[in-house]
């Protein structure tokens, strides 16, 4: 069936003509020839999406004949890749090379696209540019534009979704809608922070497909940890790793919604059923409860495997990733000790129950020391981790054991100093990428301005 929908099939070919560097639309600033010059570097490009970007976070694309259809693409979905590719991860020097080549496919794309998005062109070639443009502004330090970018993209998907009728229809090209779909969902929810019915409403389209589980590990020891997914799943449908892991990314995007929210003197009971913290941790349980075991640590035996079958199985190791972090980040920061005296400042019914608050710091202590560890066993991975948003959560998580190195129990005090050392450094690295993520990257700033006096009591339950 023809597509007749307004501002989708009826612009396909004229997106496609209005990018094509002809003498009358070629951006003034580049050096084109009649060959588009983007083709040379397509294939390094390619490389390093595999590598650095793909599901980190976004699905945007599928890897099988992805320098195909690339090169068979409208030039500005091609500049736009280009551009995320290239301002991520800049080619060597060599003879002729353009050290500056990811910022004029940024300005090229940049072109095309704004005005194509400004006209209501809702092609899916738009729609992924968009996706690839808001990340690569992040990484060249525009967050604004990339806020603008994400919103743009966020309101002509939602159109593009409501103008179908069936989107969850089996048709051509439906893994690419849903792939773009969610990778907007994505970006609203690590750079904008957006709460909203995007993604959750019931026009929202299937999961991408997920990597499979990697093969157990054969072991002699029946006992092992890698003994594969328990009989408790049976009758547990797993929708796959990718979907798990975008489900982790929504309850992220709420949290930090909501800590705006407090952060603006909204004051609550955190121990009441209806308060935001417990809502969270409510969703957080029945997300959890969702989760088939044979994602857990202990069932995918990660440490064990040869870097080698790693790297023959990122696709499924870096959604985990995340999925794992978040697993813990995000409880580790609903009982933020500190979220918890601010969401409570001045409250006069109730200074609230001793044991309650005695419990928010033992799994404020636990789950910031799972993250750290995480760290520790991903660290040996054979790929680079360059998720920002797994920066984010670890950022979040360094300020709780920031809060709790000043504990006066000396083992609290000393596993927080060590776990913070830990999250510092993979903040650094990070901040390498993703020049946002230096911004967060303060810990030492505060505790060389913090007096030695300082320290803090654990809450002990009392009868």
């Known amino acids: 069936m023809q597509d007749i929908t307004p501002g989708m099939g009826s612009h396909d070919e004229e997106a496609r003509s209005q990018s094509t560097p002809t003498a009358s639309n070629r951006p003034p600033d580049t050096a084109l020839t009649h060959r588009d010059s983007s083709l040379d570097v397509l294939e390094y490009a390619v490389n390093v999406y595999r590598t650095k970007v793909h599901l980190q976070p976004l699905p945007l694309f599928n890897l099988q004949g992805l320098s195909d259809r690339l090169a068979e693409s409208s030039p500005f979905l091609r500049w736009s890749f280009l551009a995320l590719c290239l301002n991520l991860a800049p080619p060597a020097p060599s003879a002729g090379q353009d050290l500056d080549a990811g910022q004029r496919y940024s300005r090229m794309s940049h072109q095309v696209v704004t005005r194509l998005a400004a006209e209501g062109t809702a092609t899916l070639e738009v729609l992924e540019a968009l996706c690839l443009l808001a990340l690569s502004d992040m990484i060249v330090g525009k967050p604004a534009r990339a806020w603008m970018t994400i919103g743009a993209a966020s309101r002509l998907q939602a159109f593009r979704t409501l103008s179908r ?248 005090s000393h596993k927080a100093k060590e776990d913070l050392g830990t999250c510092e450094q993979f903040l650094a690295r990070m901040s390498s990428r993703w020049p946002h993520i230096a911004q967060k990257v303060c810990l030492a700033v505060l505790e060389s301005s913090s007096p030695d006096s300082t320290s803090l009591d654990t809450v002990q339950a009392q009868s």
């Open 165 to 412: 009728p069936e989107p969850d229809s089996i048709k051509e090209g439906a893994e690419h809608e849903s792939r773009c779909y969610w990778s907007i969902f994505v970006l609203e929810r690590v750079f904008a922070h957006h709460r909203g019915e995007f993604g959750e409403s019931d026009n929202a389209l299937k999961y991408p497909p997920s990597a499979p589980w990697p093969p157990p590990v054969h072991t002699q020891n029946t006992n092992s940890q890698a003994a594969g997914p328990s009989n408790l799943d049976e009758g547990l449908e797993d929708p796959g790793i990718l979907a798990h892991c975008i489900e982790m990314i929504s309850i992220w995007g709420d949290v930090c919604s909501s800590l705006r929210e407090l952060r603006s003197g909204k004051a609550e009971s955190p121990w009441m059923p209806n308060s935001i913290i417990s809502q969270l941790s409510l969703r957080m349980h029945e997300t959890e409860a969702r989760f088939t075991s044979r994602h857990l640590l202990r069932n995918v035996a990660l440490p064990g495997r040869s870097a080698f079958e790693l790297l023959e199985h990122q696709e499924y190791w870096a959604p985990w990733a995340l999925m794992e972090i978040a697993a813990h980040a995000i409880p580790s920061i609903l009982n933020h000790p500190f979220i918890h005296l601010v969401t409570t400042h001045g409250d006069k019914r109730a200074r609230g129950s001793r044991v309650y608050y005695q419990q928010t710091v033992d799994r404020a202590l636990y789950n910031s020391g799972w993250v750290a560890r995480l760290l520790r066993i991903l660290d040996n991975l054979p790929f680079e981790l360059t998720n920002p948003l797994i920066g984010h959560m670890v950022a979040g998580t360094a300020t709780v054991l920031w809060f709790f190195q000043f504990a006066r129990d000396s083992t609290v």
